[in-house]
């Protein structure tokens, strides 16, 4: 069965903390994962990966895949309180227009 | 350019009844994909259409069933609510409808059963 598994489940940091979340994934034909920050509302793209070793990169945020171990990293540094959010990982089993989804880390952020 | 937009925000329903979420992609996105998110099961594929065509239909029962229209507009249903289905109903859309695209998310539709 299709699974993605994310840790930690939950993270409590100080501003200016770096932090790595992680996200494991087994799926069928493995063909894309995509990375979401979720606050109280819609989730919002970050990246999305199909290659390994390829750093995606955006300001504090930034990413990787390895497709031999199965899994990705979502790298925060110098957080802010504004980092506070559920972080979602979500994997696409090829021949398929679904994602797996893990259940996410919540990351807060404290002042 | 606007977003994914979902209709209505929040609803609530009895059990039994019926509901029909509304969901209209980013201009231009011809994949529309549905996930059901709840606290404990996360999010959880519904199913997926292109140019009308359900593609991917995801471990739900009959009563929830969905449609797409020539614009790409996208309807969901779920007949015979039960108090389960209470959840966040997220309505994602992607440019060209391949495998592997980058889906962006509406705000979601809150439903409650009571």
């Known amino acids: 069965e299709d699974k993605v598994v994310q840790s930690p489940l939950s993270l409590v940091v100080h501003e200016g903390d770096t932090v790595t979340l992680n996200c494991s994934y087994e799926?069928?034909?493995?063909?894309?994962l995509l990375w979401y920050k979720q606050e109280k509302k819609a989730p919002t793209f970050l990246f999305m990966l199909t290659s390994s070793g390829i750093e995606k990169k955006s300001g504090r945020l930034s990413s990787i895949l390895d497709k031999k171990e199965l899994f990705s990293i979502l790298n925060i540094t110098a957080t802010q309180t504004g980092d506070s959010a559920v972080y979602l990982c979500?994997?696409?089993?090829?021949?398929?227009?679904?994602?797996?989804f893990g259940t996410g880390t919540r990351l807060k952020v404290l002042a | 350019k606007a977003g994914v937009t979902q209709t209505p925000r929040y609803l609530i329903k009895t059990r039994g009844q019926q509901v029909t979420l509304s969901c209209s992609p980013i201009?231009?996105?011809?994949?529309v994909s549905w996930y059901q998110q709840t606290p404990g099961q996360g999010l959880q594929f519904l199913f997926e259409y292109f140019s009308e065509t359900q593609r991917n239909k995801g471990n739900f029962p009959g009563r929830f069933s969905g449609r797409q229209f020539s614009n790409s507009r996208s309807e969901m249903n779920v007949s015979t609510l039960e108090l389960g289905d209470s959840a966040l109903y997220l309505c994602?859309?992607?440019?060209?409808?391949?495998?592997?695209?980058?889906?962006?998310f509406g705000e979601g539709s809150w439903l409650t059963v009571v």
């Open positions: 979500a994997a696409n089993p090829s021949g398929t227009y679904k994602y797996i």
């Open positions: 799926v069928t034909n493995f063909r894309s």
């Open positions: 994602a859309s992607s440019l060209a409808g391949d495998i592997g695209n980058t889906i962006y």
């Open positions: 201009s231009g996105h011809r994949s």
